[in-house]
């Protein structure tokens, strides 16, 4: 059975979950990116890319619900696990704070392009959306944008930065994604693992 895994912030919770539902995956040496665990292979990816891996024919991944949601990507969603959990919110200079329907024409900086234009859509005001890969705080400072729709864990980096959280989005926490045909093909597995998973999710809580 092959994993595909999120380097990043949630690699340690993954390994962890897992290990204790009696799946022992070795974590890459060096910048390997593929490791054989016996019967197991495991992959290393940008979290951003895990459920695609997952629709395109890896068995088994982890990815943040704020991924999977983003990505749309065709995938089975058996089980929430419990770790990985922040929330994605809009944030802007505490100085410039605005009521989100008053936001007409703002550029919002995001790794979540399709969230943010959605949720905006929703309260029905029409923004710019900038499409960043990291250091998202950076674009209200040096002026690039207005706002920005960003993962929020305990709000540091936000007040570190002079950004205010405005509204949150949507809670975010691990989810286990499986393949649509690994799940026909390797049900028995699957299933065990998935039956595992929640044992040990309930444990944990």
Known sequence: MRFVLP??????????????????????????????NGKYE??????????????????????????????????????????????????????????????????????????ARKFFERRGVDVEVIKLHGSIELAPKIGIADAIVDIVETGNTLRANGLVEVEKIMDVSALLLVNRVSQKVKFEEINRLVLKLKEVGRNDV
């Open 7 to 36: 380097k990043g912030r949630l690699f340690k919770g993954s390994l962890e979950i897992l290990r204790k539902a009696g799946v022992e995956l070795k974590p890459p040496e060096n910048r390997e990116l593929i490791v054989k």
């Open 42 to 115: 495991l992959l290393l990816a940008r979290s951003f890319d895990v459920p695609v891996y997952v629709e395109h024919g890896v068995d088994v991944g982890i990815a943040g619900s704020d991924v999977v949601e983003e990505r749309e990507s065709d995938v089975l969603i058996p089980l929430e696990l419990p770790f990985g959990k922040c929330r994605l919110s809009l944030a802007m200079p505490a100085e410039s704070l605005t009521e989100i329907e008053d936001m007409e024409g703002f550029r919002i900086a995001t790794k979540y392009p399709n969230i």
